[in-house]
């Protein structure tokens, strides 16, 4: 019998909130990171705390107290960066409260303990410790939402767009969504499509599995699904060659098909996010 994978994950929060990733769900992301019945040795999450803001406002007081309690319940150790005000010589002040150097430490002070190292996070500053990650044997992923760092996704060893993976970030308007089924909302890309037919196909991820690296959806262990798409069902800010870029990622709805026994339509397909930088 194979030995268990030790996993490790590593999220930016800051870097996540600001750049899509808001109200993303750490029990999905915990379910994604053991898919391959890994053991999750490291569950580390690295959010910034205004402490001078909680002085005087007691509601954003009680409401990160309350975040924080429950991604610990769902068994993730935080680690609270504080937020630090800097005036320039202009008066103008900024704030800051960068988590890359702990989440840096962290990741290299626990790799050898551990297989696999998942990091959350589009900073391209990441791009050493993934190269000294991987030099110590450690095999490394990283999810993102928008304005991941171009370089970031070529050196790791899978990227997976966050948009992607099911129910990891909720669809805000469907708040009792049932994702992959017929009526429900999606996100997925273009595969394949036909400018002077007026159609293509589309593929999502059903469910959260360990053969994700089996896409076509024609193999039967395959999460994929294919789903057809008629160019009368997309907005109109959507051009060709978006459909035709995998990096595309569109946001659409689900429906049986009338002419196929099992098959799927999209409808209302629409932009989600770019991801690229």
């Given at each position: 019998?194979?030995?268990c994978?030790?996993?490790?994950?590593?999220?930016d929060a800051?870097?996540v909130?600001y750049?899509?990733?808001?109200q993303m769900r750490?029990?999905?992301?915990?379910?994604?990171?053991?898919r391959?019945n890994?053991?999750?040795?490291r569950?580390?999450t690295?959010?910034?705390y205004?402490s001078e803001?909680?002085?005087?406002?007691p509601e954003?007081?009680?409401?990160s107290r309350?975040?924080q309690?429950?991604v610990?319940?769902?068994?993730?150790?935080?680690?609270v960066?504080?937020?630090?005000?800097?005036?320039?010589?202009?008066?103008?002040?900024s704030?800051?409260?960068?988590?890359?150097?702990?989440?840096?430490?962290?990741a290299m002070?626990?790799?050898?303990?551990l297989?696999?190292?998942?990091l959350?996070?589009?900073?391209?500053?990441?791009?050493?410790v993934?190269?000294?990650?991987?030099n110590?044997?450690?095999?490394v992923e990283?999810?993102?939402?928008?304005n991941v760092?171009?370089?970031?996704q070529?050196e790791?060893?899978?990227f997976?767009?966050?948009f992607?993976i099911?129910?990891?970030?909720?669809?805000?308007?469907?708040?009792?969504?049932e994702w992959?089924k017929?009526g429900s909302c999606?996100?997925?890309?273009?595969?394949?499509w036909f400018?002077?037919k007026?159609?293509?196909?589309?593929?999502?991820?059903?469910d959260i599995s360990?053969?994700?690296?089996?896409?076509?959806?024609?193999?039967?262990a395959?999460?994929?699904v294919?789903?057809?798409?008629?160019a009368?069902?997309v907005?109109?800010?959507?051009?060709?060659?978006?459909?035709?870029?995998r990096?595309?990622?569109?946001?659409?709805?689900?429906n049986?098909?009338?002419q196929?026994?099992?098959g799927?339509v999209?409808?209302?397909?629409?932009?989600?996010?770019n991801i690229?930088?």
């Amino acid at each position: 019998m194979p030995l268990c994978q030790r996993v490790g994950v590593y999220v930016d929060a800051e870097n996540v909130r600001y750049n899509g990733g808001y109200q993303m769900r750490y029990d999905v992301l915990r379910r994604f990171a053991a898919r391959e019945n890994g053991i999750l040795q490291r569950l580390n999450t690295y959010i910034s705390y205004d402490s001078e803001r909680a002085r005087e406002d007691p509601e954003y007081a009680k409401k990160s107290r309350g975040y924080q309690q429950m991604v610990r319940d769902f068994g993730w150790k935080i680690t609270v960066k504080y937020v630090r005000r800097y005036t320039d010589e202009a008066g103008n002040i900024s704030m800051k409260a960068n988590a890359d150097l702990d989440m840096a430490v962290d990741a290299m002070l626990q790799a050898e303990k551990l297989d696999q190292v998942i990091l959350v996070t589009g900073d391209g500053d990441f791009l050493q410790v993934v190269e000294a990650l991987q030099n110590r044997g450690c095999r490394v992923e990283l999810i993102g939402f928008k304005n991941v760092s171009r370089a970031l996704q070529q050196e790791v060893d899978a990227f997976w767009p966050g948009f992607l993976i099911p129910d990891l970030l909720p669809v805000s308007y469907e708040p009792r969504n049932e994702w992959g089924k017929s009526g429900s909302c999606v996100r997925g890309v273009c595969t394949k499509w036909f400018p002077d037919k007026g159609y293509g196909f589309l593929r999502f991820i059903q469910d959260i599995s360990p053969d994700l690296w089996i896409t076509d959806p024609r193999e039967p262990a395959s999460p994929y699904v294919s789903v057809f798409c008629h160019a009368n069902e997309v907005a109109e800010d959507v051009t060709e060659d978006m459909l035709m870029n995998r990096e595309t990622i569109l946001e659409f709805y689900l429906n049986e098909s009338d002419q196929k026994d099992n098959g799927l339509v999209a409808n209302n397909v629409r932009l989600a996010f770019n991801i690229s930088r």
